[in-house]
């Protein structure tokens, strides 16, 4: 009940206070939506970028997979085999 009673008092004192000084009101409006336009843009570029890099570290690691599943585990048991080797050296 508290809560509703404060926020009515609020939103009336805010009307009233908009009417008062709505020239004000508007001045500072004007200063702030360019700001938050420019800060806007920059987070938007910054985002963009950032996903641009992502997907061209992607395209970059992509390596063509074997076409059926007998070549992809002969490749892997390679891979493996070297791996072992290379253990075995150390």
Do not use: R
Not at 45 to 54: A, C, I, M, P
């Amino acid at each position: 009940m508290k809560t509703l009673v404060g926020g009515a008092v609020a939103a009336v004192l805010g009307v009233i206070g908009l009417a008062v000084w709505f020239d004000d009101f508007l001045a500072l409006l004007a200063g702030v939506i360019p700001v938050m336009l420019l800060l806007g843009g920059c987070l938007a570029l910054y985002l963009g970028f950032d996903e641009l890099k992502d997907s061209w570290k992607k395209e970059g690691t992509e390596k063509e997979e074997p076409e059926d599943d007998a070549d992809k585990y002969k490749k892997e048991i390679d891979d493996l085999k070297k791996e072992i080797d290379t253990l075995k050296t150390k």
